[in-house]
Each structure stands twice: as structure tokens, then as C-alpha cells.
């Protein structure tokens, strides 16, 4: 059993699916190759619920936020189903240095997920939801589709990195900022929502998490709250 300061900070729960608030630092489901103190959301909320459970989707380690998982096999089945046939709605907040050049815009640029690997089709729409001072924006994303790394890349493509990418907006410009604006080494990344048709009785279901506190941060230094 993990410590209990580990608990995972539950948004939804029933018969068939529970969703968290998944920290950022951990690991949707074990690493190839285990690391010493790594943290795994499935295993915690398995032994938190005391119940086996079934992912249906992952973010990326650095990404907090909305993570479903279901605790019965024909809901994960189905799960599994609306998420490749893009039934369901997800909605991403995202803080990125510089200002993006439109209020509103759609990337289509392809991605390949290694260099041995070919391209695929990938699209996200994106909007500016609050100009923050020191030069940045607070993003909302909401992709299409499903690649590795795309809403990180396609705001890479954009021009404006989301603020903590080590990956993508160089670990310099990571470091500065970190300690600039006292979000440390974090990516301002959240799964903000999900919204779906329940699989068990086929009911719409919108799935919400509270705005990660960093990101809240910034907002409220850029409003003098």
C-alpha cells in the first residue's frame, strides 16, 4: 500500500468508471523499465479503491489533470471504443511562452512518433483564453486526434512553447522561466476536461478538474489577484 499522502483526488466514481486528478510526475501505468520512487497513477487508485482498474486513455507524465480509467472489462472495451472512434470530447489548458499570432487557429501538421516511423495525420484547435504578463497566454486546446506529444508539438509549431516543456522548449529557457515565475521544473499542462456518453447507460457525462494550482498562479499574478 502507498503512503497516504499519495492519495489521488477522485472526480467521478461509479459501478463502472472513476476518474482522477492525475498530479503531475506520474506515470499513467509502470514503465518498461521501473525506476526507484516512481509514482503510478493505476496502482495507487487500485489500492486506493481496492479494486482492479482499467486504463482507457494516458497523459504524459508531466500533464496533470482529468484521467479516466474503468474498474469493469465491457466498460473498458467500450471505453477504449469511443476514445479510438473520437467519440469523446477532450479539452486541455496549456500556459506557453510568447503570444500566439492568432486568437484562434487549427493545426494540421502531421506527426511521426520516432524518425523510423511514418507521418500521421494529427489536428488541434486552439484558443487564447487570457493574455498573462511577462509575455505569455493561456491556451486551450482541444485535439482531434490522438499522437505522441501533439498538443505539446503542434504548440511548438505555433511558435510558443508551453512554459516547462523541457522536451520541446529547451531545458535553458525551461530553467529561467521555472525560476522566474516560481513553477519550478512543472509543464503548465492540464487535462481540463472529458466529455463522453457514459457506457454503461449511454448518458452524456462532462468530467471536470479543478485549474491546476500553478496555472491558477500565473493568472491571478497577471490580474494582481
Same mark, same amino acid.
Given at each position: ?8 483526488? =477522485? /472526480? ?14 506520474? /506515470? ?126 503542434? /504548440? =511548438? ?30 509543464? =503548465? ?37
Amino acid at each position: 500500500m502507498e503512503p497516504a499522502h499519495h492519495s489521488l483526488s =477522485l /472526480l467521478y466514481e461509479d459501478e463502472w468508471i472513476v476518474a482522477v486528478n492525475k498530479p503531475a510526475g506520474q /506515470l499513467v501505468h509502470p514503465a518498461e523499465v521501473p525506476a526507484e520512487g516512481d509514482l503510478v497513477t493505476m496502482k495507487l487508485l487500485r489500492d486506493q479503491i481496492g479494486q482492479q482498474v482499467y486504463v482507457i486513455h494516458r497523459l504524459d507524465r508531466p500533464t496533470s489533470g482529468v484521467l479516466l480509467f474503468a474498474t469493469d472489462q465491457e466498460a473498458a472495451r467500450t471505453m477504449h471504443a469511443a476514445f479510438e472512434n473520437r467519440e469523446v470530447e477532450k479539452v486541455y489548458w496549456a500556459v506557453v511562452d510568447g503570444m500566439p499570432a492568432a486568437e484562434q487557429w487549427t493545426c494540421q501538421e502531421p506527426i511521426r512518433k520516432g524518425d523510423d516511423q511514418k507521418e500521421r495525420a494529427a489536428e488541434t484547435t486552439f484558443e487564447v483564453l487570457e493574455v498573462l504578463a511577462g509575455n505569455m497566454a493561456l491556451v486551450e486546446a482541444r485535439p482531434k486526434t490522438g499522437r505522441f506529444h501533439q498538443i505539446r508539438r503542434h /504548440l =511548438l509549431h505555433a511558435g510558443t512553447p508551453i512554459i516547462g516543456d523541457y522536451r520541446y522548449a529547451g531545458i535553458e529557457r525551461c530553467v529561467q522561466l521555472g525560476a522566474t515565475l516560481g513553477t519550478g521544473t512543472r509543464m =503548465l499542462l492540464q487535462a481540463r476536461s472529458l466529455q463522453f456518453q457514459h457506457p454503461q447507460s449511454g448518458s452524456g457525462l462532462l468530467i471536470e478538474a479543478p485549474v491546476d494550482p500553478l496555472i491558477q498562479q500565473l493568472r491571478n499574478q497577471s490580474s494582481g489577484g
